[in-house]
């Protein structure tokens, strides 16, 4: 079954605790991003890969790291999170060529106080 | 750059009624998706559209897009509480990245 996977579903951590996200596919797509979701805010676009070892900043970057050593890998990193961390995580992936749909993970829940 | 406005940013309707959401780009677009996203869930992929004026249908949905590919819409004829969710557009922005909307949550009373 074509899947986009992501873990934790829900997360409590306090300001400055390190974490990670993660985010798996088993489509083979070359291209994966993350977004948050924020009440009347819709979904923002945190960083994008475009293929292994291909990363860029999305709309939001700010306090996010990623990385794509693998291509069914794209972890999300937050090294000091901090309140205004606090929302609804999406990963998604989508097929390279052509104009392809994307896939979301079901989400991860983050409360960081 | 290139931004997707939509509105409205909340429907409420009675089972029955007919819905719709607008949705409008800055720029012209090579093509537009639609997902859905129920509550608690995760945005689902519904349709993609490309040639100017296109209209697609599945069952009681129907999609368009504007003539100048800078506009879309959704309309839901007859609604009933399965459409529940907030449905959202999105448009292709550099590279591969898709921008969407803010999305118009859609609540159906039965």
């Known amino acids: 079954e074509a899947q986009v996977t992501q873990n934790p579903r829900y997360l409590i951590t306090v300001t400055g605790k390190k974490l990670t996200v993660t985010c798996s596919q088993n489509m083979n797509h070359e291209y994966m991003s993350w977004y948050r979701q924020d009440p009347g805010l819709g979904l923002r676009q945190i960083y994008y890969s475009m293929n292994v070892e291909v990363t860029d900043k999305g709309d939001v970057p700010e306090g996010y790291k990623v990385s794509r050593k693998e291509k069914r890998n794209f972890p999300l990193i937050l090294e000091s999170p901090s309140p205004n961390q606090t929302s609804l995580y999406f990963c998604?992936?989508?097929?390279?060529?052509?104009?392809?749909?994307?896939?979301f993970g079901q989400g991860t829940r983050l409360t960081v106080v | 750059g290139q931004q997707v406005m939509q509105i409205p940013q909340y429907q409420h309707v009675q089972e029955g009624e007919d819905f719709t959401t607008y949705c409008n780009s800055s720029t012209t677009l090579s093509n537009i998706q639609w997902y859905k996203q129920r509550p608690g869930g995760h945005p689902v992929f519904l349709i993609q559209?490309?040639?100017?004026?296109e209209v697609k249908k599945q069952k009681r949905l129907t999609f368009q897009f504007g003539e100048a590919k800078k506009n879309s819409s959704l309309h839901i004829t007859a609604t009933q509480t399965t459409d529940v969710g907030t449905y959202f557009c999105a448009g292709p922005n550099s590279g591969y990245a898709l921008n969407f909307g803010k999305g118009t949550s859609l609540l159906v009373t039965p």
């Open positions: 998604a992936s989508r097929r390279q060529q052509g104009n392809t749909e994307a896939f």
């Open positions: 559209l490309v040639k100017s004026g």
